[in-house]
């Protein structure tokens, strides 16, 4: 009994005197997300100028703060959710870190495509979500799948062919889905030296 008092006591420590303060860029969208977010995970949620003040258990804490990032960045509420999930996580790509080209726009439509295509199409080998904003790319995405991505990502950035990168994102799935269950795949399948190494 004496634990479990200790430790409701912790909680009402952090409760009380730990709390995270968050910049915000689109608190309209911010303040439409919070009742979803406090619907799922016992948080409390305050407004400044300019700033979101998260204040609960230290891991809610935490979680909601990535979420809200994700949600000011340009996610739909439903793929920020995702990271209450400990198995995914945000990431985010600066473009000028891999591309020595000027023309950045035309960088930025080589990983959306034509319509969206590009983009939606790596979203679903993945399992993804992603969001380009100016020159800063957002992906929420499995830890299983966050290596693949990112690196199919880059590949677009630095000039890999879409067929190249969409190929090497398939071939990771299957490698991840066959490591996880039996597909009835044929054993002894020896993979290239070039899908060993990536794009």
């Not at 000027?102 to 790596?122: F, M, P, Y």
Request: aromatic content about 8%; some cysteine; overall charge neutral.
């Amino acid at each position: 009994m004496e634990l479990k008092t200790d430790e409701q006591f912790y909680k009402l420590l952090c409760f009380l005197f730990f709390m995270r303060n968050v910049q915000v860029q689109n608190m309209k969208k911010i303040k439409r997300a919070v009742p979803s977010i406090e619907s799922r995970v016992k948080i409390n949620i305050g407004f400044g100028k300019g700033r979101v003040s998260i204040k609960g258990v230290e891991l809610n804490e935490y979680l909601v703060e990535h979420i809200i990032r994700a949600i000011d960045f340009g996610f739909d509420i439903d793929d920020a959710l995702l990271l209450l999930n400990e198995e995914f996580v945000l990431e985010f790509i600066e473009v000028k870190e891999h591309t020595r080209r000027k023309n950045l726009k035309d960088v930025r439509s080589r990983i959306i495509g034509r319509e969206g295509k590009a983009r939606r199409t790596i979203e679903k080998l993945t399992g993804s979500a992603i969001v380009i904003q100016d020159n800063r790319i957002g992906v929420i995405v499995d830890a299983d799948h966050l290596s693949a991505t990112i690196q199919g990502i880059e590949g677009l950035i630095g000039g890999s062919k879409h067929g190249n990168v969409f190929s090497f994102l398939e071939r990771q799935g299957a490698k991840i889905s066959r490591m996880n269950e039996d597909l009835g795949l044929k054993e002894g399948v020896d993979w290239s030296e070039d899908e060993r190494e990536g794009l």
